[in-house]
């Protein structure tokens, strides 16, 4: 198996797994992480993000095994994570108190959209 051929599983399985550790980053780090005060058990709309990630992260180590037939998903996590990166982006800047999210959660989903698209379009070609 060539090494390109490795990487994109290897990204899948690395970028899968931090999704699934955004509970834990968020405790750890959460001015970066976390978009509101005080426990992120307490915060609704965290708890929600949270599960959402979880299931992505969830999909995308299965996707591993075969990234030719989860093309699709893929892609979503792509762009879902350019414009979500894209919108906390606008927000830190509009909001002073959230300015750590520059240096966290902003080019976190900016790398793993750049580093899964350059491997997708070396693997499997340009989205449909």
């Known amino acids: 198996m060539p090494a390109t051929t490795k990487l994109l599983p290897f990204a899948l399985r690395a970028f899968g797994a931090t999704f699934c550790l955004l509970y834990v980053i968020a405790i750890v780090w959460p001015s970066g992480w976390a978009w509101h005060e005080g426990n992120p058990a ?13 299931t ?3 999909f995308l180590i299965r996707a591993a095994a075969n990234p030719a037939a989860n093309a699709s998903l893929i892609w979503f996590t792509v762009w879902s994570s350019a414009i979500h990166a894209a919108v906390m982006a606008y927000e830190s800047v509009r909001n002073p108190m959230h300015q750590g999210h520059l240096i966290g959660d902003v080019p976190a989903l900016l790398i793993a959209a750049a580093v899964l698209a350059v491997l997708m379009r070396r693997e499997v070609g340009a989205p449909a």
Do not use: A, E, P, R
């Open 56 to 58: 992505l992260g969830v």
């Open 42 to 54: 307490t915060n609704d709309y965290f708890l929600m993000i949270v599960g959402v990630y979880f």
